[in-house]
């Protein structure tokens, strides 16, 4: 009974190697993304109580670490998940892990570090555990590779491990060095993938998809800003205006992703599309979080500094990660004709957001001209498309 129960019900990982290009996203997966839509929500949140320097500095770094645990687990399940019990048993742990975290979120700079770096090392326990179950049955020329990758996780446990016991402000620059440590990990498993012969590394279907729905969850984050704003002060027609003004930045950013990086395959070694995933929607989370002190000064003469900077610094930053972004697809050069043109145009409108920033309008002259900043890369984008002499060559995974 119990090898039956193991045949059919407890299987072992699929090994590197083996992954399912024309998967589907699970409705495992949609579910345990719903996890972190609350620890974003948790984080922006106390974002958008502290806009000051420090206050974006530790928000981008617990954001971080909440984008790296998503990347682990999104990587794990896509390359090796099944739909058998096993899979099903460890994402549920994780998801419970999470939820745990979500609670020390909110003051993972202060107080609540503690509990948020021991809720953290256990989350990479789990993890860890997962991809040596993967080692365990790699065949030889994965070895080096996935033992470089294992070293690093068993690093990161004791490193996590050893911070709950730092001092607030110390802890969270240990947190930045390793966020920083652990995007040059990334990197350097590429290169090394590279190096060994008969290893491809190449984003799946579904993995593009996840890309693309954890783009979506921090968009939510716009709306719950305005929304939130909206209800904590009086309704009054500037308020009103500012906030529904306010959600054309989400669409903005959305139109701009969805249109052109969205649903499109990556070049060969992704690792950098993957990354550039990190600032995009660290900017579109924060953006979120400034709309609320948007709209509750939006009777005010000119938007407040702290607001219009984080705001404004939001935009710039996700339209130069969108530039990265692109220029990993492998549609850049297929369809340079429009490409090629967004570029200095988004470079440009990064510019013009930060100046915008710095001019500090009205809250809703503010939001208005953000939304106008993000309108240009889309117009330049559709003239580009109506000279092309076949339209429907832009679709995703086209060719």
Known sequence: MFSLFKQRFWLPPRAHGEAIEDRTVSFLELFYDLVYV?????????????????????????????????????????????????????????????????????????????????????????????????????????????????????????????????????????????????????????????????????????????????TIIVLGEVVVGVVTGLSEVERTVEAVATGMIGLG????IWWTYFDYIGGRRPRSGPSGWMVSHLPITMAIAASGAAMISLVEHAGDERAPAATAWVLAGSVA????????????LRDFERLSSVYRPLVPTLAGAAVAALLVGWLRPAPWLLVLTLVMVLGAPWWVAVDRWLRLDDPGSIQPNAG
């Open 38 to 214: 609350v620890v974003i929500a948790r984080a922006a949140h106390e974002l958008a109580l502290h806009l000051t320097w420090r206050g974006v500095g530790e928000f981008a770094t617990v954001f971080g670490l909440i984008w790296l645990a998503w990347l682990n687990g999104t990587t794990y399940y896509d390359l090796h998940g099944r739909e058998d019990g096993r899979t099903r048993t460890f994402v549920f742990l994780q998801m419970l892990t999470l939820a745990l975290l979500a609670v020390f979120t909110a003051d993972a700079a202060g107080d609540g570090g503690r509990g948020f770096a021991i809720v953290y090392t256990v989350f990479l326990l789990i993890l860890t555990w997962l991809w040596y179950s993967v080692r365990r049955q790699d065949s030889e020329e994965y070895m080096g590779l996935t033992g470089q990758y294992l070293s690093g996780m068993v690093v990161s446990v004791i490193f996590m491990g050893a911070s709950a016991f730092l001092p607030d402000g110390a802890r969270t620059v240990a947190w930045a060095v390793f966020l920083v440590t652990w995007v040059g990990l990334w990197m350097s498993i590429e290169r090394l993938a590279r190096r060994e012969p008969g290893i491809a590394f190449e984003a799946t279907d579904s993995l593009v998809e996840r890309f693309g729905l954890f």
């Open 249 to 252: 930045i989400g669409f903005g």
């Open 317 to 328: 930053v996700a339209l130069v990660a969108l530039i990265g972004a692109m220029r990993e």
